[in-house]
């Protein structure tokens, strides 16, 4: 069975008013603590993930790349030593753009990470400041001259659409701002409030708009439109790449494939079981220092969850479900309206059905 590892770094130069992942400002001073942790935990999980093919690793966060490259080499080796990574894995590493240059993207790229991820996020000055950013447009332009100088060919950029004081004409320069630049793949998410954040508290007092849906939904189109007109596949929701270029690791998820996260707050998947580490990195730590596996938690899905969940998966990647799933009657009013099409006897979201994938996996599983 293929696999994939996910191995999260937790450590940010700054905590983006936005972010509601398990990610945190200020504490570099653990950064080698961290890394020997990652290390004995690889050693911890390997034996029960014998029998699996590794196919793609992924290191996310935070920001991997505030680790030093020579510890991130260190621990991809060690993933080789202890893992089944097949010749050929698909290894990604996220980069905030202001963290990364030519010498240190050629010592990854030469250390195994032949994906690059960086979180641009927007071309306007005026947008990054209300996401709460540290970099500009021009540093997204250094770090993207700087991956193709490394011998960079499979690079993805992050972009998030709907902040504060972003227009459809703002959104659409970022877009094309963007291909112009040639990136393999492009990753564009509608901006949500996670009302934990600073920006969700923002919003919840007034003191900042929420996201308009109905331009979010403005602003989605033109993505498609753009996106499409350069020569990008649309191949999942939020993610388009050129061909051959999708993301195998993020495939795995959403194709059901067994995955193992390693670091504080990585969550794990197998047989229809998840279970994830503890999210504090002192505790994850203080777990992993005493030898244990450091699980903070974990469920089982029952079949009829799993089920949705496998519905809801294939509409997301525009696999679609065969049509002999869906009660006779039940499809006919999406597929008037355009929210569905047939595809070979299979039901397959619309770009408008993608917008209410949610409405539509209830109205035909539910």
């Known amino acids: 069975m293929s696999t994939g590892i996910y191995v999260h770094v937790p450590f940010c130069p700054t905590r983006c008013g936005y972010c509601d992942f398990n990610a945190y400002a200020g504490l570099d001073g653990l950064k080698p603590r961290y890394v020997t942790a990652l290390l004995r935990e690889v050693e911890l999980a390997a034996p029960g993930w014998d029998d699996q093919d590794v196919v793609s690793v992924f290191l996310g966060g ?35 753009p202001d963290t990364v240059d030519e010498a240190k993207l050629a010592a990854l790229r030469d250390a195994g990470y032949g994906r690059l991820s960086m979180g641009a996020q927007s071309f306007d000055r005026t947008v990054l400041s209300s996401l709460e950013r540290i970099h500009d447009p021009d540093s997204v332009h250094r770090a993207f001259a700087a991956a193709r100088a490394a011998g ?20 659409e320069r970022t877009l094309l701002e963007t291909v112009a630049l040639q990136p393999e793949h492009v990753s ?4 949500t409030i996670e009302p934990a954040t ?14 308009d849906p109905d331009l979010q939904a403005d602003m989605f189109a033109t993505a498609c439109a753009v996106l499409c007109d350069a020569g ?64 903070g938690g974990q469920e089982r899905l029952e079949p ?26 039940r499809a006919e009013p999406f597929l008037e309206s355009g929210l569905l099409e047939l595809d070979h006897d299979a039901l397959v979201p619309t770009e408008r059905g993608m917008l209410l994938l949610n409405e539509l996996v209830l109205a035909l599983a539910g």
């Open 62 to 96: 935070g920001t991997p790349t505030t680790l030093d490259a020579a510890d991130l080499k260190a621990l991809l080796a060690h993933l080789g030593d202890r893992f089944a990574v097949a010749p050929g894995a698909e290894v990604t590493v996220e980069a905030n």
């Open 188 to 191: 564009a998410y509608a901006l």
């Open 304 to 329: 009829a969850d799993a089920y949705l969940e496998e519905v809801f998966l294939r509409l997301r990647i525009l696999e679609g479900i065969p049509a002999s799933w869906v009660e006779p009657g």
């Open 198 to 211: 600073p920006l969700g508290r923002k919003v919840a007092s007034g003191a900042v708009p929420a996201p």
């Open 152 to 171: 960079y060919e499979n690079v993805n950029l992050d972009l998030i659409y709907g902040a504060d004081g972003e227009g459809l004409d703002s959104w």
């Open 232 to 295: 990008y596949g649309h191949y999942e929701v939020s993610n388009w790449a050129k061909p051959g270029y999708e993301c195998r690791h993020n495939l795995g998820y959403w194709e059901r494939r067994p995955y193992l996260g390693l670091g504080a707050g990585a969550h794990s998947y197998r047989q229809d079981r998840r279970w994830w580490n503890v999210r504090p990195p002192e505790e994850y730590l203080r777990r992993v220092g005493s030898g244990e596996l450091p699980v």
